[in-house]
């Protein structure tokens, strides 16, 4: 069975009257309920916990960790992420959710800012497949609507993604790549955009149909195990 770590900040929650009428539990929680119903063994893992719930025995036991972190990226100790990204170059999955693409981890595997533009009026978003194929798309339409979202726009600054699953259009006339699929060593990542803390997204069946797939997608494979160094020749040389 994949093992799944849901990590969230945990700070809006406790902080804001709001985002708790939404996610009493916390965020983590509800997206931890949406996969163990699919299936996935799940643990969840907060910012406040020691070692911020990310120690070494946990990462060993990750097969797909999801992040969510928006107030807080600062407080996100080095040493952790360093942790993360040497475990994801090493095999493990990582889903990088809505405001994590300023998180110091995600960051850190792109080597770019990850900037975008953002504007909070609740407007409608539509979220287009342009990869129908995918696994990560599996089950879902051509397209979807989330009814109110935080709007973030291009230009969306990341490397050119592996694969781009979903596009995303805002009523304000803006357009977002929302899905974006990367390698990184051993590791899948995925970038997901909708989930802002002030509206219930991570309950709508499309968004949760997406996460499904993207930690089935994600979680490592039985490939081989790689060899780097000074090799002997396969084949007699003359």
């Not at 643990?43 to 946990?58: K, M, R, Y």
Request: proline share 6%; charged share 30%.
């Amino acid at each position: 069975m994949v093992t799944v770590t849901v990590w969230n900040e945990y700070r809006h929650e406790k902080e804001s009257d709001e985002v708790a009428e939404v996610y009493p539990d916390g965020i983590h929680e509800v997206i931890a309920e949406g996969l163990r119903e699919a299936g996935y063994e799940v643990n969840t893992a907060t910012l406040d916990e020691p070692e911020h719930g990310l120690t070494e025995d946990v990462l060993d036991d990750t097969d797909v960790l999801t992040w969510w972190g928006h107030k807080a990226h600062d407080e996100v100790s080095d040493e952790i992420v360093e942790r993360v990204t040497e475990r994801v170059r090493d095999g493990m999955g990582l889903l990088v959710l809505h405001s994590g693409h300023y998180s110091k981890p995600f960051k850190q595997l792109m080597g770019t800012t990850c900037s975008l533009k953002w504007r909070e009026d609740g407007e409608k978003e539509r979220l287009w497949t342009v990869e129908p194929s995918h696994p990560i798309a599996d089950g879902l339409p051509e397209s979807f609507e989330v009814p109110r979202a935080e709007m973030y726009g291009e230009r969306f600054d990341i490397p050119a993604p592996d694969e781009l699953v979903f596009m995303s259009w805002f009523e304000g006339g803006e357009v977002f790549r929302s899905g974006c699929c990367y390698t990184r060593g051993k590791g899948r990542i995925f970038y997901f955009r909708p989930g802002h803390e002030t509206y219930p997204i991570y309950e709508q069946d499309e968004i949760r149909t997406v996460l499904d797939n993207a930690v089935e997608w994600a979680a490592p494979g039985d490939g081989p195990e790689p060899f780097f160094g000074n090799a002997d020749p396969l084949e007699d040389l003359d």
